[in-house]
């Protein structure tokens, strides 16, 4: 770009928004999908605290684990979830966290279990009904709140740690004499669950991992569709949408839209005597003029060649034409090449019974009018249209503009 076009902050439009970067759309399908999973990180320690407060409530006497083990593992649960939901501290540094308090809750209890007093096979309800239940729920958690590498080699851990723990709670037991064929058999089919799971869950994330990356694609593939490549705006098809959409809006609400046409003076002499990489940053430089002098709600689009189609939602005719100057005049204040860039407009406002294409059609005989009058000026709807000018549509041919 020529050093004389602005560079400054630009106000986001609706079509700037349509015309993200690809790379930044990826990246909002990824901050939406870490939105989610940071709530459910959430949402899952609150829910592991009020079910050791419930075990805690109904515990036997003599379990003294739970009286004194549980207790500040619900603490730690809640000033995590509390952590999170500040935002002070790394989502990733959270989940990583909550993982090991929870792998420490999960082992230590399974260590308990094999070397509390009694038989083993008196245990092994609570074993296979109910523990290894949280050893599974712990390993599937390890792919929802870790990356995919992490939570393979998170529940790979988890799932060697609770093999080690049995097999040395089997060995304890044979040394007791408590130890049974039948117990061993349970235990390792439990474990041969714990293996197809992580088979499953793993498989699960690398699907999960494709369809994000897919769905990125996609937004990519979208948003090329609808930007026009040169200058960012959005494209003809992507402003079609958004005038269907206002019009299905005036027709059921009857909250009015009006269009704005703005053709380039003379941009064909740019093209021809400073080349069509200066008639490029010309087009450059007419969008960010554009696009500054627009309000939040409105949009533009390049609409052709050196065409551009402003659409303004909740605007009379009136105030679409004062909008118009207001875009006319800050496309002049600066020259690019040397040369001040000026443009005419053609404003018009929805009635009731228009399309699209009458909307549009209305706005272009009056910018051709503004054409036929001198340029650089807005042709709104109380000027006249010239009756020549009628059966031109938005493809005129206008000459030199």
Known sequence: MSRNTPTGAQVPTESQRVAALAGERAQEVRAEFMVRRRLAFEITLTVAAGILALSLAIASADDWFIRWIYPPFTVAFLVLAGLSRARRIPQATMELVGFGVGCALVLSRLVWHFTTDGALEERMVGLAGGLFWAVALLMAASFLFLDHRRGTLAAGAVLVSSAIIT????????????????????????????????????????????????????????????????TG????????????RSLREAEETGRPFAVLLADLDHFKRINDTLGHAAGDEVLVHTARALSGALRGSDAVARWGGEEFLLLCPGSSPAQASSIAERCRRQLASEEIHGLTITATFGVSGWRDGDTIDSVVQRADRRLYAGKRA????????????????????????????
């Open 167 to 230: 097999a040395g709670g089997l060995a304890v037991a044979d040394v007791n004499g408590g130890f049974t064929g039948q117990s061993a058999r349970e235990l390792l089919r439990v474990h041969i669950f714990l293996v197809g799971l992580l088979v499953i869950v793993r498989s699960i994330s690398v699907v999960q991992q494709r369809f994000l990356g897919a769905l990125a694609r996609a937004e990519t593939l979208d948003h090329w569709a609808r930007t026009d490549e040169l």
């Open 374 to 401: 001198g340029r650089d000026r807005v042709v709104g709807a109380d000027d006249p249209e010239e009756p020549k000018a009628a059966g031109h549509g938005t493809d005129t041919n206008r000459g030199e503009g």
């Open 233 to 244: 705006l959005a494209n003809r098809r992507a402003m079609q949408h958004l005038l269907e």
